[in-house]
């Protein structure tokens, strides 16, 4: 349940309810704005009783969270939550933020190459895999610490910050000394120690949507993260399994406004994993934008072709440049900026 304190509530008012709150075994969460404050009662709340809080001085409403997920509740922030990566990027405001990269970093130059004409192109992050999930064993799986150091040197060259994946706890340090942002891939969404670990540390999250995971599932997911107390989760919309071959996975774009329904927090879309298939990123990336993405996950290969993972759903940097001036319109006509 949420607790919505008056906006003449004194500190000792306050004191009083979190007190309560705790002492009924609770977890208090709290969110000031600038008129009112509003106090989440975190934990298994089957078992808190409105009337214990409703006639306490200084509170003005108690509502009830009605979804399983409490911390990332549309009710339980005062607006959307801005995510900020980097002194100039952050996700959730106008501007929809456009991440383009590599699937996987593959050398220095192929990294220098995407980082490059992601650039150009007016991206506002880079993306890349320095640790790749692969479904083979046999298939390659990225270059681990050098591809995050190649990560740091193509930001150092163009300024983009970068976010890249963190697939076990015990890498979340090592790679959150490197990235601006962690993602979190989609084959590890419910993994609860990886989300318990990323909600330890400071740099944000991208969380993406699991292969099978529904709507509720994702936000439970973030609840993980929040819950550990690291505030700046986003959410990727990159595809479901459905039983359609047509497509590598089946892009769910009613996600994005399901989302901000029940959620504060920030949407990107991801059209690259979420088609699988070179010619369908721009048209989708188009219609993510107008249902209300806050950003995108480009994946762009200076050689497509030759790209050592997830190549036929890669642009080169010169589509990715038509992507770019394409969404820029779509953008505008939903009144936001890139
Ligand atoms: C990726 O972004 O390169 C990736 C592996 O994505 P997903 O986890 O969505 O498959
Ligand atoms: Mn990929």
């Known amino acids: 349940m949420i607790i919505v304190l008056s906006s003449t509530a004194t500190p000792a008012q306050s004191d009083a309810v979190l007190e309560r709150i705790q002492s009924l075994g609770f977890r208090p969460h709290v969110v000031r704005g600038e008129e009112r404050t509003i106090i989440g009662v975190i934990g298994d709340d089957r078992r808190a009783e409105p009337a214990q809080f409703e006639n306490m001085p200084g509170v003005d409403q108690v509502l009830p969270v ?5 911390i990332a509740a549309r009710e339980m922030a005062h607006g959307p939550t801005v995510v900020q990566v980097s002194p100039k990027v952050a996700f959730g405001g106008n501007e929809v933020v ?23 192109a007016g991206a506002a992050m880079l993306r890349g895999g320095a640790f790749k999930p692969r479904t083979s064993p046999y298939a390659f799986q990225g270059l681990g610490e050098l591809g995050l150091e190649f990560l740091d040197e193509a930001r150092t060259r163009t300024g983009l910050p970068y976010v890249t994946e963190v697939m076990t706890p015990s890498a979340v340090e090592q790679v959150a000394a490197h990235a601006d942002m962690l993602q979190i891939g989609a084959r590890n969404m419910q993994n609860y120690d990886l989300l318990r670990e990323v909600g330890r540390q400071k740099k944000p999250v991208l969380l993406k949507r699991a292969l099978s995971g529904t709507i509720e599932e994702l936000l439970m997911a973030a609840e993980y993260v929040l819950a550990g107390g690291n505030s700046g989760v986003v959410l990727c919309e990159r595809g479901i399994r459905t039983f359609e071959k047509a497509t590598r996975n089946t892009l769910d774009l009613s ?8 959620s504060h927090l920030p949407v990107v879309v991801d059209p690259s994993h979420g088609t699988g298939k070179r010619s369908l ?6 219609a993510a934008v107008a249902a209300g993405a806050d950003g995108l996950l480009i994946e762009m290969h200076p050689q497509p072709d030759r790209a050592l993972s997830d190549g036929p759903q890669s642009l080169t940097p010169e589509g990715f440049a ?3 001036r394409r969404v820029r319109a779509v953008a505008a006509a939903v009144s936001r900026t890139l």
Do not use: H, N, T
Not at 66 to 70: M, V
Not at 255 to 262: D, G, H, I, M
Not at 281 to 286: G, I, K, R, W
């Open 255 to 262: 996600a994005v406004p399901v989302l901000k329904e029940w």
């Open 322 to 324: 038509d992507l770019m």
């Open 98 to 120: 456009v991440a383009a990269g590599p699937c996987a970093v593959e050398s220095r130059e192929q990294l220098f190459a995407s980082a490059d004409g992601a650039q150009a």
């Open 281 to 286: 990123v721009l048209p989708m990336a188009l």
């Open 66 to 70: 009605l979804r399983p997920f409490k």
